[in-house]
């Protein structure tokens, strides 16, 4: 009987890790509001709707917006932060420069085929 329970509580505890995304260095968001365009309640919503999404299809689904894209196009900085900030390989990510009102949606690995 205790080894059930054992293996039940085993099995249990690898499926909840499982289910859990893995966070890059702990600075890991898929909600990068830098313009302070969102209220906190709509951060929170947003945020909770992107991790959901991303971890059903098993690929990174982030939202950044800013103000300045540093002088690089904003297809350079998109590509450059979506790469340093530690998602996965497989994602999309719509970011918007609110200082030029423009905006752009990178793709990668998966994220590509599911773009189109």
Known sequence: ?????????????????????????????RLADSADILTDSEEATLLSLLDEISVRQQTD???????????KTIAEYADDYYDLNGYSDDGLMLIVNMDDRDWYIAASGFGITALT
């Open 1 to 29: 009987m205790k080894k059930r329970i054992f293996a039940f509580l085993t099995i249990l505890v690898l499926l909840i890790t499982a289910a859990v995304p893995v966070f890059a260095d702990g600075t890991y968001s």
């Open 61 to 71: 689904i982030v939202v950044v917006t800013v103000d300045t894209t540093d002088g």
